[in-house]
């Protein structure tokens, strides 16, 4: 079965994915201390506080009426099976493992799949912003991808398989 959600309901998710960003990014900073690993981590930690002001205003403004779906879309459907299926709904449920049980490989690696399920769920969640927010919404799906692209260079120079991740 697929969860549904409301239009309200789906931009609460964005703010608890949004803290629970902040939470991983900042415990992986932590874990980094302070090498470029570690700043990487707080830049990372930096834009997901962005990302959360953004769906908390949204959310404060919004109203149920004003973000009408298509009953025939199957945006709902489809932002249900990512988060019932995937790692974001693990992440909410909070029973991701923490970057200090884990070494920073697999740390990384979960930082990579958070943020290519969020680019996919921010994308779904497009038909629900109203039109004068979705440039901010396109902005932070640009953000979310830059962020997959610099975790996916920074695995590749853990593992031996790159350069240097520091920018």
Do not use: C
Not at 44 to 73: A, C, N, P, W
Not at 118 to 125: A, C, D, N
């Amino acid at each position: 079965m697929v969860l549904k959600f409301s239009s309200q309901e789906v931009v609460t998710m964005a703010v608890e994915l949004e803290k629970k960003g902040i939470e991983f990014y900042s415990n992986l900073e932590k874990q980094a201390g302070r090498n470029p690993a570690g700043e990487v981590f707080s830049f990372l930690k930096g834009e997901e506080e962005k990302h959360l002001d953004f769906f908390s205003s949204l959310l404060s403004e919004i109203k149920e009426e004003d973000m009408v779906v298509d009953t025939r879309d199957e945006t709902n459907s489809y932002l249900g099976a990512i988060v019932e299926n995937g790692i974001l709904g693990k992440v909410l449920k909070g029973t991701v493992p923490q970057p200090d049980k884990v070494d920073l490989t697999q740390a990384v690696e979960l930082g990579i799949e958070i943020e290519k399920e969020s680019v996919l769920f921010y994308q779904g969640l497009g038909v629900m912003v109203p039109p004068e927010k979705k440039s901010w919404l396109e902005k932070v799906i640009s953000e979310e991808k830059k962020h997959f692209l610099r975790l996916i260079e920074m695995k590749s120079a853990l593992t031996g398989g790159g350069e240097s991740f520091d920018r």
